[in-house]
T-cell receptor, first 115, second 113 residues
Framework: DVKVTQSSRYLVKRTGEKVFLECVQD?????MFWYRQDPGLGLRLIYF???????EKGDIPEGYSVSREKKERFSLILESASTNQTSMYLC??????????????FGPGTRLTVL | GEDVEQSLFLSVREGDSSVINCTYT??????LYWYKQEPGAGLQLLTY?????DMKQDQRLTVLLNKKDKHLSLRIADTQTGDSAIYFC?????????????FGAGTRLAVHP
């Protein structure tokens, strides 16, 4: 079974702190994604990566950065956390396919609260 | 999720059928997906349908696709309390040289006795 793990289930940080969210997948997937999930808004893509050291902005990248130094690990960084970044953060991974079939496998999520 | 729309809540009685609806806007979407999120967990793929199909059945699940109206539905027969979850509709879209999933806001299904 594909396993995507996230470093924390719950995190509480203060405004202005630098926050690292870690995601690791064990199925040698090329693609990795970070989403945030908010009630009534569904999942919104923050950043994604299709290869080591490669990153692409998603729909809401402002206030975030990412790092992918190894294929299995994709980190989301909040340089200076703000209260409007309080949310559930979901990491996902998928395999590159020749067609557009695009099943993504999700981690359990990190619920981040910024005070 | 502005391009994929779902109603936010659905309440059904245990044993009844549940129908969750979704509309999407990209007529070139080739795959459409239903993901399930149980409380405190990430999303898990429930089923998917290829755009050249009208219907797909998998045990208690039936997916109907109306390409003309860009309407997708998920029917759960004999709904059980274990089906209580948030259900996300998603379309696969090729954009900017990459495949992305565009999610709806999710429908929270509540099953009561």
């Amino acid at each position: 079974d594909v396993k995507v793990t996230q470093s924390s289930r719950y995190l509480v940080k203060r405004t202005g702190e630098k926050v690292f969210l870690e995601c690791v997948q064990d199925m040698d997937h090329e693609n990795m994604f970070w989403y945030r999930q908010d009630p009534g808004l569904g999942l919104r893509l923050i950043y994604f990566s299709y290869d080591v050291k490669m990153k692409e902005k998603g729909d809401i990248p402002e206030g975030y950065s990412v790092s992918r130094e190894k294929k299995e690990r994709f980190s989301l960084i909040l340089e200076s956390a703000s209260t409007n970044q309080t949310s559930m953060y979901l990491c996902a991974s998928s395999r590159v396919t020749s067609g557009v079939y695009n099943e993504q496998f999700f981690g359990p999520g990190t619920r981040l609260t910024v005070l | 999720g502005e391009d994929v729309e779902q109603s936010l809540f659905l309440s059904v009685r245990e044993g009844d059928s549940s129908v969750i609806n979704c509309t999407y806007t990209d007529s070139s979407s080739t795959y459409l997906y239903w993901y399930k999120q149980e409380p405190g967990a990430g999303l898990q793929l429930l089923t998917y349908i290829f755009s050249n199909m009208d219907m797909k059945q998998d045990q208690r699940l039936t997916v109907l696709l109306n390409k003309k109206d860009k309407h997708l539905s998920l029917r759960i027969a004999d709904t059980q309390t274990g089906d209580s979850a948030i259900y996300f509709c998603a379309e696969s879209r090729f954009s900017g040289g990459y495949n992305k999933l565009i999610f709806g806001a999710g429908t929270r299904l509540a099953v009561h006795p």
